[in-house]
């Protein structure tokens, strides 16, 4: 197989305010990724528009995106972080990888037929072909990891079933133009952390959503000290005091959750968690998880205010980002068209 430099790529869309859940979940990670990878974070917005947005709600939520991924600790200098609807060569791909795709394969995708539910004729086609476009992101970059959730890992199963069969489709075209065996690489999802997957505050049963209608569900990044405070000291419990070991988390989501949490915010494994907290109550440990997350979300809170007092220097990050992306994207696709026997201009 054909070797390919390490570089992750990921993003999330700007649909709503992130919460919690992207923070430990993903733009953690991503931080911590800068320092062994070659990075290239997005703000995924062709992807926020398989569902109507207000353009005016969009382009605010564009900038609110970048600033939450900048104060958390992207930085814009070492990664490569921009918006996706600047790079056209994402659609450009994205439309040969439709013809490389095959309908079968969209059809096992769980999250169209959740995203969709009943009303599925009524769903637009983008929506229908997001985990496509989602694979020519990953692909433009030739990104070898995707740190992800749970919730996205088929997705990313077909990005290499994609990769897979433009390889092997385009395989005497690939070698004839000097990249080996593989043009594109079997991209791998990078899952897992003591939070990975955050769940709602009102449910631990249910992830925790920027859609869901309860704002008491989840920890906005934009919320503050005060708003953290009153929504963890709200957060549902059970009436039984914290185990001492893991096992004891079975059966109890609510309490899996909070744990999963502070071992999340303090950096440390859900048994460290519990060794500390193990006999207490409920009224205890949120006191202590109050104090963690104010003290570990509050500075990026305020980061992101004063990023997003001044808009146009949020623009005109993410415009260089895009010219560092894009010069990128403009090489893989050259090449592509040359595989695929497109004539273009040279």
Same mark, same amino acid.
């Given at each position: 197989?054909?070797?390919?430099? !390490?570089?992750?790529?990921?993003?999330?869309?700007?649909?709503?305010?992130?919460?919690?859940?992207?923070?430990?979940?993903?733009? =953690?990670?991503?931080?911590?990724?800068? #320092?062994?990878? @070659?990075?290239?974070?997005? $703000?995924?917005?062709?992807?926020?528009?398989?569902?109507?947005? @207000?353009?005016? &709600?969009?382009?605010?939520?564009?900038?609110?995106?970048?600033?939450?991924?900048?104060?958390?600790?992207? &930085?814009?200098?070492?990664?490569?972080?921009?918006?996706?609807?600047?790079?056209?060569?994402?659609?450009?791909?994205?439309?040969?990888?439709?013809?490389?795709?095959?309908?079968?394969?969209?059809? /096992?995708?769980?999250?169209?037929?959740?995203?969709?539910?009943?009303?599925?004729?009524?769903?637009?086609?983008?929506?229908?072909?997001? !985990? $496509?476009?989602?694979?020519? @992101?990953?692909?433009?970059?030739?990104?070898?990891?995707?740190?992800?959730?749970?919730?996205?890992?088929?997705?990313?199963?077909?990005? /290499?079933?994609?990769?897979? =069969?433009?390889?092997?489709?385009?395989?005497?075209?690939?070698?004839?133009?000097?990249?080996?065996?593989?043009?594109?690489?079997?991209?791998? *999802?990078?899952?897992?952390? *003591?939070?990975?997957?955050?769940?709602?505050?009102?449910?631990?049963?249910?992830?925790?959503?920027?859609? @869901?209608?309860? &704002?008491?569900?989840?920890?906005?990044?934009?919320?503050?000290? %005060?708003?953290?405070?009153?929504?963890?000291?709200?957060?549902?419990?059970?009436?039984?005091?914290?185990?001492?070991?893991?096992?004891?988390? #079975?059966?109890?989501? #609510?309490?899996?959750?909070? $744990?999963?949490?502070?071992?999340?915010?303090?950096?440390?494994?859900?048994?460290?968690?519990?060794?500390?907290?193990?006999?207490?109550?409920?009224?205890?440990?949120?006191?202590?998880?109050?104090?963690?997350?104010?003290?570990?979300?509050?500075?990026?809170?305020?980061?992101?205010?004063?990023?997003?007092?001044?808009?146009?220097?949020?623009? /005109?990050?993410?415009?260089?980002?895009?010219? /560092?992306?894009?010069?990128?994207?403009?090489?893989?696709?050259? #090449?592509?068209? %040359?595989? $695929?026997?497109?004539?273009?201009?040279?």
């Amino acid at each position: 197989m054909a070797s390919f430099s !390490p570089r992750v790529f990921s993003g999330m869309q700007p649909t709503h305010t992130l919460h919690l859940g992207n923070y430990l979940g993903a733009l =953690k990670r991503w931080v911590q990724m800068q #320092e062994s990878h @070659d990075c290239i974070y997005c $703000v995924v917005d062709m992807h926020a528009v398989t569902v109507w947005q @207000d353009p005016a &709600d969009l382009t605010r939520a564009i900038r609110e995106v970048t600033a939450a991924y900048m104060a958390a600790g992207i &930085d814009p200098k070492r990664s490569i972080l921009f918006n996706q609807s600047q790079v056209s060569q994402h659609a450009e791909l994205g439309w040969i990888f439709n013809c490389v795709a095959r309908l079968g394969w969209l059809n /096992r995708m769980t999250q169209f037929k959740e995203k969709a539910g009943k009303d599925r004729e009524n769903a637009s086609v983008g929506l229908y072909g997001y !985990p $496509v476009l989602m694979a020519a @992101d990953i692909l433009l970059y030739k990104a070898t990891a995707v740190p992800v959730g749970e919730d996205q890992k088929q997705h990313l199963e077909l990005t /290499r079933d994609i990769a897979q =069969k433009f390889n092997t489709d385009f395989a005497a075209q690939i070698a004839a133009h000097g990249h080996g065996d593989s043009f594109f690489p079997l991209t791998e *999802p990078m899952i897992g952390g *003591p939070a990975a997957r955050v769940m709602s505050l009102r449910d631990g049963t249910k992830k925790m959503s920027k859609s @869901d209608p309860s &704002d008491y569900s989840r920890i906005n990044m934009t919320d503050d000290a %005060d708003t953290i405070a009153q929504k963890v000291r709200k957060a549902k419990t059970d009436p039984d005091a914290l185990p001492s070991e893991e096992k004891g988390l #079975e059966g109890r989501p #609510e309490a899996d959750n909070l $744990v999963g949490i502070y071992a999340g915010l303090a950096d440390i494994s859900k048994q460290d968690v519990l060794t500390r907290f193990g006999g207490a109550q409920f009224s205890g440990f949120k006191a202590a998880l109050v104090d963690l997350a104010v003290d570990k979300l509050s500075p990026i809170n305020g980061e992101m205010k004063r990023l997003l007092a001044d808009p146009a220097e949020i623009d /005109r990050l993410l415009v260089d980002g895009a010219d /560092r992306a894009r010069a990128i994207a403009t090489t893989t696709m050259a #090449e592509v068209k %040359d595989i $695929v026997g497109f004539v273009r201009a040279r």
